[in-house]
């Protein structure tokens, strides 16, 4: 109801202050266009046309032409003469008798037309014909009535000095009306098919008298200075022509108008038909049985000589229809923003919307081994398999809705807070879910875990993630459940304020930088360090690199540690050098940086500021870093290669080089990832790829670091195979600089291996 009574109030505002006249108006061109006809052929057009007042070389045209033109086409039998010309002055006394004699030579027939005109301040002028002229003539008026700089309606008649002038369309069309009343003019009358003489044809002699026997003839100017009007879907043209095309409306029936309210009400009738049936089918077919009518209503009505208005009405359909759509979207949205596309159960958008506000205990399960599962079937079957999955669920909650989640996670609350009870539901769900399930004949085994949040001081939702956090770690120690402990919060805050941090860590001296030895395998001695990125937290203690870097590169911070970690890096190893030994220091490079030569200025900055040799100073980047924005990150490598910096290719085999990619990056070493070096011992795969990989290396003139080393009997493989380069906990662990050669380094293990 409230739709319908929304389209009604549209459409009536739309009807009343004609809001669509626009719009109203391009439908009736194109209805016009459709219905085009030619005109009836008994008016016929002599005119006053350019080439005439050239040939004749008159202009304006002299009253003596219009006399004898009157002349000419009362000998030729026309019925009615109708003279479109200013005859409300004297021209000369001999001219304005002439005029007078053919007048009432013609007479009954002849007309003659009175212009009204109205000056800026509103005041009308009449311009009649004189008095010797009209008592020999009838008088009709020539107006064109205008709206909004278009002719749409011709004039019945006007009031003139007490008297009513018929309009030359109404004395030509046969039809009447009162005073200053108007009818539309059908454009569907091709102006291009009125018959038109030439007035300079007949003052020669040269036309086909018999053309205008029986006809009506209306004498006007046409010339380009003839008063123009625009004509909808024509432009503009002289203004005798729309009281012509207003006679022929005439003659096709008496026109008429039913407005725009009768149409706005039968298609709020057809509105209401497709908001209240029931039978969709049905209801669609009303509402486009009516539009199509409303769209094509001009067309019809045109054909029995009726007009009316139909913006309206569609306006008042295209809000049912809009308003409609809208809530069948709003609808469908809310529902597949609250419902799974797969399994029909409600997902966690409804569990926020519509589990108790604040119940004793919110209970999650995942299944996970779910993704791999779901991979294997099909739609239909995975729905098989969620249902089976949902009904076992509700044999520990039977009163309780099951709430899914992606990727094989449930939720469902509980007003039992009892600890005791529901870790005895739930030790039965884990019993019950050791049964595999069969799906197309098929027996799967779910791996199922399952947590409980019991702190009502938070919204439901962020329990249900608690539950889930506490499930997850129950499958992470292999237990069947675990209640959530709100201690593990505090870790998530600190997670979550870890890029906060980060930049005060930094200015506090918090983060540090240790140095991992490499060993050269051929001379059996230290030469280098990896200097790598360490965080001490006053309270929490050391903070794992896995935590902190990746953070700094998404949190767009990677750019600041770099820079500490190189300067403290490049600052030691300028020290060492000078008072201890040679030593080669190398420095992780973040994808991020590859993307922009700032970097370049940076390193050269720094080893300018500290006396470093180049050479000395390893930038490692990862393969995969190299490959993102290929272009501009082989640029700036090349740049840092032109420093005299050397360059590692980091964790080689996780990634995805070729040949042609080894060839263009300016390295001067690769560096076999520790998941390839570690089993090195054991696994004759690894021995494969490590020991392939160190003769391309060689073959490219390529030096090969080894990490990861963690025992004698790798070592010992790899300098079998000839790596020139080894790091790894056997070898050294990461130590502050001033521990760097301190005496364990001096007596190491892999110098007894």
């Not at 200013?86 to 007048?103: C, G, I, V, Y």
């Not at 669609?284 to 009516?290: F, Q």
């Not at 500490?564 to 890096?569: I, P, R």
């Not at 964790?651 to 060839?663: A, H, I, M, P, V």
Request: aromatic share 6%.
């Amino acid at each position: 109801m409230r739709t319908l009574a929304l389209a009604g109030v549209i459409g009536l505002i739309v009807g009343s202050l004609t809001l669509l006249s626009p719009l109203e108006n391009v439908l009736k061109v194109v209805g016009n266009r459709l219905r085009m006809h030619p005109a009836s052929g008994q008016i016929i057009l002599v005119a006053v046309d350019d080439r005439s007042l050239a040939e004749l070389k008159a202009q304006p045209w002299p009253r003596a032409y219009y006399a004898d033109i009157i002349r000419r086409l009362h000998a030729a039998g026309a019925s009615r003469i109708i003279v479109d010309a200013d005859t409300s002055r004297s021209e000369s006394p001999r001219r304005d008798r002439a005029f007078q004699t053919a007048l009432r030579l013609g007479r009954p027939n002849v007309w003659l037309t009175a212009h009204s005109s109205i000056d800026e301040i509103g005041k009308r002028y009449d311009s009649l014909p004189l008095a010797a002229f009209s008592r020999y003539s009838k008088t009709a008026n020539a107006n064109t009535w205008v709206e909004r700089g278009t002719v749409w309606t011709q004039l019945y008649a006007v009031s003139s000095r007490g008297y009513l002038l018929p309009s030359v369309a109404s004395v030509l069309g046969g039809r009447s009306g009162p005073a200053d009343s108007t009818f539309p003019i059908d454009y569907s009358i091709d102006f291009r098919t009125i018959p038109v003489i030439s007035a300079v044809d007949i003052v020669r002699g040269e036309w086909q008298p018999h053309a205008v026997a029986g006809r009506d003839v209306v004498i006007g100017d046409t010339s380009s200075s003839a008063r123009r009007f625009a004509a909808p879907g024509y432009g503009l043209l002289p203004a005798i022509l729309f009281q012509i095309v207003g006679a022929e409306s005439l003659r096709e029936g008496v026109p008429g108008d039913i407005g725009w309210l009768a149409p706005l009400l039968a298609a709020l009738a057809a509105a209401a038909a497709f908001l209240f049936i029931r039978n969709r089918t049905i209801a669609r077919a009303t509402l486009v049985l009516a539009t199509s009518c409303l769209s094509a209503g001009q067309l019809l009505l045109d054909g029995v000589h009726m007009s009316g208005t139909y913006t309206p009405s569609l306006a008042a359909i295209l809000v049912v229809v809009v308003a409609h759509a809208l809530r069948k979207t709003k609808l469908a949205l809310r529902t597949r923003a609250t419902v799974n596309p797969i399994s029909g159960m409600k997902n966690f958008n409804a569990l926020r919307q519509e589990a108790p506000a604040n119940p004793r205990s919110v209970l999650a399960a995942r299944v996970s081994n779910y993704l791999a599962i779901s991979a294997a079937l099909t739609p239909l079957a995975e729905r098989e398999l969620l249902d089976q999955i949902r009904k076992r669920l509700l044999f520990a909650a039977p009163s309780s809705e099951i709430f899914q989640g992606d990727e094989g996670i449930f939720a469902w609350t509980t007003e039992s807070d009892d600890q005791e009870m529901l870790g005895e539901q739930l030790e039965a769900l884990h019993a019950l879910f050791r049964n595999p399930v069969v799906v197309a004949t098929r027996l799967i085994d779910l791996t199922v875990s399952f947590g409980i949040d019991v702190d009502t001081s938070r919204p439901v939702l962020q329990r249900a993630s608690s539950a889930l956090t506490a499930a997850d770690e129950a499958a992470r120690l292999g237990r069947r459940w675990l209640t959530y402990d709100s201690s593990v919060l505090e870790d998530a805050d600190w997670r979550l304020s870890v890029l906060a941090r980060l930049d005060q860590a930094i200015d506090s001296g918090e983060i540090w930088v240790a140095y991992q030895p490499k060993l050269d395998l051929f001379e059996d001695r230290i030469v280098g360090a990896e200097a790598l990125a360490r965080w001490t937290h006053p309270e929490r203690g050391e903070i794992s690199p896995g935590q902190f870097i990746p953070a700094a590169e998404k949190g767009d911070r990677i750019e600041k540690l770099t820079r500490y970690v190189l300067e403290d890096a490049i600052r030691a190893t300028a020290v060492i050098n000078r008072d201890v030994c040679p030593f080669e220091i190398s420095v992780n490079l973040s994808a991020r940086l590859l993307a922009d030569e700032k970097i370049v200025d940076v390193v050269s900055g720094l080893l300018s500021k500290y006396g470093l040799a180049p050479g000395l100073l390893v930038l490692e980047v990862t393969e995969t870093a190299a490959m993102d924005d290929e272009d501009r990150s082989l640029h700036t490598l090349q740049s840092l290669s032109a420093l005299g910096v050397g360059l590692s290719i980091d964790d080689y085999g996780t990634g995805f080089s070729t040949l042609e990619y080894l060839r263009k990056i300016p390295a001067k070493e690769l560096k076999i990832d520790r998941s390839f070096v570690g089993m090195l011992d054991k696994s004759q795969s690894d021995r494969i790829m490590v020991n392939s990989t160190i003769q391309l290396a060689h073959s490219l003139g390529r030096k090969v670091v080894a990490e990861g080393v963690e025992s004698a009997e790798v070592l010992k493989e790899l300098r079998r195979m000839g790596c020139d380069l080894a790091q790894g906990y056997h070898i050294g662990r990461p130590v502050p600089v001033n521990a760097l050669f301190a005496p364990p380094l001096l007596e190491p293990a892999w110098r007894a291996a």
